[in-house]
């Protein structure tokens, strides 16, 4: 009996340990850190006359790291809020800071917050193609880069620690996720190339690791040669389902979810050739 109960106990543990949150806040460099919440990343800017934060990820998430933010910064304020894009699972939950902040938001992320009634706050500061913002010394530059992941996505460029925080449209070492939804793909290798031209060493993606800009290079590369094969496949006449056996691109088995996700791409990127090519 009691081996039996020692058994239950620990598969209990397991199980609870299994479902547990994983939150954690590292330095990147300098004043410039990371929230991780489970599979999401944002990141936020400690400086003498407050705090900019960025993607709320959804409110529980917002709600603990509101509290270590005063916990471990003396109760600075919490200034600005900014958000990368609309997505629901990046912006949930900006209503926790929204008291004491100003949110910030490229224009039809605001517009899309709106009309698909995101659970999130509203932003009250919007624009366009370019916003600076100063506070305690330090400053962040927002980008807007062109369509890519979405038609909203934006950069944030801390220039004092050489980083960029980009979301959803970069990955390191890892393939883009499953179908590459809401994605607009000439386009998003555009974006790509501008970000090769900052003059940046730090990437933080809104999901994995840290990279360099090296890893941006390294994910524009797959991105074309995705989209390179699945347009020479279908001028070729070939099918989907030929596609899937065919294109490999082994170049990048090395990549996280390679073998999840690569089907997945596939299909992703047919969709979008055969929605966008004239063929004869």
């Keep these: 009996m009691k081996s039996f109960c020692t058994f239950l106990a620990c598969t209990l543990a397991l199980v609870q340990s299994a479902s547990a949150q994983t939150r954690a806040i590292e330095q990147i460099k300098g004043d410039l850190y990371k929230f991780q919440n489970n599979a999401h990343y944002s990141v936020f800017l400690v400086t003498d006359e407050g705090i900019l934060v960025t993607d709320p990820i959804d409110k529980d998430a917002a709600t603990w790291l509101k509290a270590e933010l005063k916990k471990r910064f003396n109760n600075k304020p919490i200034k600005y809020l900014v958000y990368s894009h609309d997505h629901r699972d990046h912006i949930s939950g900006g209503e926790v800071f929204e008291e004491e902040t100003i949110v910030v938001a490229h224009q039809r992320t605001k517009e899309k917050i709106i009309g698909e009634k995101r659970p999130t706050a509203v932003p009250d500061v919007t624009f366009t193609d370019r916003m600076t913002i100063e506070l305690g010394g330090k400053t962040v530059n927002l980008l807007y880069v062109g369509r890519n992941h979405s038609d909203n996505s934006i950069v944030m460029h801390f220039p004092a620690e050489r980083a960029i925080f980009a979301v959803d449209f970069i990955s390191i070492d890892r393939l883009p996720y499953q179908t590459l939804g809401d994605a607009y793909v000439p386009e998003w290798i555009a974006s790509l190339k501008t970000l090769e031209a900052l003059d940046i060493d730090i990437v933080q993606p809104g999901h994995g690791k840290t990279g360099t800009r090296a890893d941006v290079t ?44 690569r089907i997945p791409n596939i299909e992703g990127m047919y969709r979008h050739v055969n929605e966008y090519r004239v063929g004869n």
């Design 218 to 261: 390294e994910h524009r590369e797959y991105v074309e040669a995705l989209y390179e094969a699945v347009l020479t496949a279908s001028r070729e006449g070939k099918t989907l389902d030929e596609m899937k056996q065919s294109i490999m691109l082994k170049k990048y088995t090395h990549f996280d979810n390679y073998d999840t996700w």
